[in-house]
């Protein structure tokens, strides 16, 4: 099973993922909207870091959903990204993955 976690941080509406990159982009956004929306983890920002190919998939995911939207800011050979949750886009794509 692919290592990726959801954690808070002093601001409650920042969280922090780490592990984005070892799963598709579809399976990390369903991991991230379970514990943002059913276990108690809601924030406006999600901060992530992963490699230029694996956070290219999963931002262009977040974009192509209309999920929120993104800045990211290259170090070294990792891409440092935080996506503003679009709420209620984010909660009707996460509604309807789990319906399918």
């Known amino acids: ?4 976690s959801l954690q808070r941080t002093r601001c409650c509406g920042l969280r922090i993922v780490k592990g984005v990159g070892s799963m598709s982009p579809q399976k990390a956004t369903q991991y991230i909207c379970r514990r943002m929306l059913l276990g108690g983890y809601d924030a406006a920002f999600i901060l992530f ?52």
């Open 49 to 100: 870091s992963c490699g230029p190919k694996s956070g290219d998939a999963l931002k262009q995911f977040i974009i192509n959903n209309n999920l929120g939207t993104l800045q990211e800011k290259p170090q070294g050979d990792m891409v440092i990204y935080i996506w503003e949750v679009h709420k209620i886009n984010t909660r009707k794509w996460f509604k309807n993955a789990i319906n399918n």
């Open 1 to 4: 099973m692919p290592k990726i």
